[in-house]
């Protein structure tokens, strides 16, 4: 069974820096593509980026490139996103999510953890 648990989130004032974690069952992360998605209250689950299941990539979505980065440990069976220059608008549940497919849809991926809070004060 995949299992996904984020951890990281928290409360950080605008521009500052916080550090996701996707803590994945073993081989999971080295044979599925790994998404990060957001999902703002009383908005619709927005694509953050994906890395593909060999390292490849990341891909991230436009508004987010320079500031998101997503890297991963193998041995730990670890995917992180590294969110700086945090806006307020970036508040949002995190989840973490792994595909066969290298996509930024969510309805392609198949399994998904249980998000994380991130909240960014002005």
């Known amino acids: 069974q995949v299992q996904l648990v984020e951890s990281g989130g928290g409360l950080v004032q605008a521009g500052g820096s916080l550090r996701l974690s996707c803590a994945a069952s073993?081989?999971?992360?080295?044979?599925?593509?790994m998404g990060w998605f957001r999902q703002a209250p009383g908005k619709e689950r927005e694509f953050v980026g994906v890395i593909g299941w060999s390292g490849a990539g990341p891909t991230y979505a436009d508004s987010l490139k320079g500031r998101f980065t997503i890297s991963r440990d193998v041995a730990k069976n670890t995917v992180y996103l590294q969110m700086n220059s945090l806006k307020p608008e970036d508040t949002a549940v995190y989840y973490c999510a792994a595909s066969k497919d290298y996509d930024n849809r969510s309805e392609r991926y198949t399994y998904w953890g249980q998000g994380t809070q991130v909240t960014v004060s002005s």
């Open positions: 073993e081989h999971v992360i080295t044979t599925h593509n």
